[in-house]
């Protein structure tokens, strides 16, 4: 008897490596072919086609899929390779005012500490917030889901979203209070 699709899920949810694998031969190829419909490198296409499926594992237990399985992979797949499209062309953007202002942004070693230590606080800040919190907040900040997006992927309205992401800015808020003049004078220093 063929498992369901719950049963698959519930099954990759609780860590089990051979029905991921599975999933994972079922439709690596497939999303391969339609990450090259964005991504004309194939191993641009690959790579991110991969990096969706690493973070598919990593996330697996708090994953809560509304749509079926392949629309699932398929859509990740798709905001993937829009983000790194995106990301394209702000690298471009930025080589080509570099080429032509010269560059002038260099960062001082100061610049550079301040900012990796409010990185680290940032992203401790974020490991903190509650579960539920903590997603919506890097679905809406790092994955740039729309609200309705991070809804449905979480099973819940959005104004629970709205909710939820408000919380995680109070919250970092307070425990990056301390952090609030370096934030400023990194700010100032990059902004002569």
């Known amino acids: 008897m063929q498992p369901t699709e719950e049963d698959v899920l519930a099954a990759i949810r609780q860590g089990n490596e051979r029905v991921f694998e599975t999933v994972f031969r079922l439709h690596y190829a497939p999303l391969c072919r339609y990450a090259r419909q964005f991504l004309p490198d194939a191993d641009d296409a690959e790579e991110e086609v991969q990096a969706?499926?690493?973070?598919?594992?990593?996330?697996?237990?708090?994953?809560?899929?509304?749509?079926?399985?392949?629309?699932?992979?398929?859509?990740?797949?798709?905001?993937?390779?829009?983000?790194?499209?995106?990301?394209?062309?702000?690298?471009?953007?930025?080589?080509?005012?570099?080429?032509?202002?010269?560059?002038?942004?260099?960062?001082?070693?100061?610049?550079?500490?301040?900012?990796?230590?409010?990185?680290?606080?940032?992203?401790?800040?974020?490991?903190k917030l509650p579960e539920q919190c903590r997603l919506a907040f890097t679905l809406s900040r790092f994955d740039e889901l729309k609200y309705q997006e991070i809804a449905d992927q979480l099973g819940i309205s959005v104004k629970t979203v709205e909710n939820q992401i408000g919380k995680a800015l109070r919250i970092l808020r307070t425990?990056?209070?301390?952090?609030?003049?370096?934030?400023?004078?990194?700010w100032l220093l990059s902004h002569p």
């Open 52 to 127: 969706m499926f690493l973070a598919f594992w990593e996330k697996r237990e708090g994953l809560l899929i509304t749509t079926s399985l392949k629309s699932y992979l398929f859509r990740a797949v798709h905001n993937r390779c829009l983000n790194r499209i995106k990301h394209f062309a702000i690298r471009d953007e930025h080589r080509q005012h570099t080429l032509y202002a010269g560059d002038t942004t260099a960062e001082s070693p100061v610049q550079a500490l301040l900012g990796d230590e409010l990185s680290d606080r940032i992203q401790t800040a974020i490991q």
């Open 175 to 186: 425990e990056l209070s301390d952090y609030l003049p370096l934030a400023l004078l990194t």
